[in-house]
């Protein structure tokens, strides 16, 4: 199983939009994918219905050694995605884990054991970095960094590089980029073209070809617990997020 932690120290950057759809669009290309919550504003568990309330969230992987992957993921109505639902006491979560020798491999261990049962992993992460998003950078052989085309949006990218670093070197050495890709973003917009550039100027290697473009339809999918695929097939959001998808895959496949 390849995991991928999507992570971005600033908020309302795509990040929950992204795990969801690209977890979608993996599986639409054959792929078992399993979307973790880590994130406690849940948005990625509100924004997809499962067929079965689960019976542990990610509080009770991280926090029980007897509960696994299997017990506390459970299918969606997404053919191909089952998900491990985030926890309304994540806080707690965190409090538990610092004070606690080696809990930045917890998660790790437990998808260790998982490993047969999935193609990918995505794990949706805070903007906060915290023991709960080491965990993720821990168990993850890549991070992707969704990126919106304002200004702003860079500031949080130096920040979320500085911590993949500080991680890959001390904690996680399999641990890489596998992209930056700007999922927000206004093509009328002669600034949002400048950030852009100036992110290529910066990590040419890094960029993804692919962008997503600002839309409502995208929005919309996340209110009916549905993915662009099944919402709105035939929307420009669904041709942008297949191609991002794929590139990500050539990525993958080609390290």
């Known amino acids: 199983m390849t995991c991928i932690t999507i992570g971005q120290r600033k908020g309302g950057n795509g990040k929950s939009t992204s795990a969801l759809n690209l977890a979608h669009a993996f599986?639409?290309?054959?792929?078992r994918v399993l979307l973790i919550d880590l994130d406690d504003q849940k948005n990625s568990t509100s924004?997809?219905?499962?067929?079965?309330?689960?019976a542990h969230t990610v509080e009770a992987l991280l926090l029980d050694a007897s509960v696994s992957v299997a017990d506390a993921a459970v299918p969606t109505t997404w053919d191909g995605v089952s998900l491990i639902a985030a926890s309304a006491n994540l806080s707690g979560t965190i409090r538990e884990l610092d004070g606690e020798v080696g809990s930045h491999l917890v998660l790790a261990e437990k998808l260790i054991k998982a490993g047969a049962d999935y193609d990918l992993c995505l794990i949706d992460t805070s903007p906060s970095l915290n023991i709960l998003v080491v965990n993720a950078l821990c168990a993850s052989q890549w991070l992707f960094i969704p990126l919106s085309?304002?200004?702003?949006?860079?500031?949080?990218?130096?920040?979320?590089?500085?911590?993949?670093?500080?991680?890959?070197?001390?904690?996680?050495?399999?641990?890489s980029l596998l992209g930056l890709a700007f999922v927000i973003h206004d093509g009328r917009s002669?600034?949002?073209?400048?950030?852009i550039q100036k992110a290529k100027d910066e990590y040419p290697a890094w960029v993804c070809e692919?962008?997503?473009?600002?839309?409502?339809?995208?929005e919309e999918a996340q209110v009916v617990q549905q993915s662009i695929f099944t919402y709105a097939p035939t929307d420009r959001g669904s041709e942008h997020y297949r191609a991002l998808a794929s590139e990500l895959l050539v990525r993958m496949e080609g390290a």
């Not at 599986?27 to 792929?31: P, S």
């Not at 924004?47 to 689960?54: D, G, K, L, M, S």
């Open 149 to 175: 085309s304002k200004y702003f949006s860079l500031q949080g990218l130096g920040q979320t590089l500085e911590a993949y670093s500080k991680v890959q070197s001390r904690l996680n050495q399999r641990l």
């Open 47 to 54: 924004a997809i219905e499962t067929t079965r309330t689960p």
């Open 190 to 195: 002669a600034l949002a073209k400048e950030v």
């Open 27 to 31: 599986a639409l290309q054959g792929k």
């Open 210 to 218: 692919s962008t997503v473009g600002m839309n409502i339809k995208i």
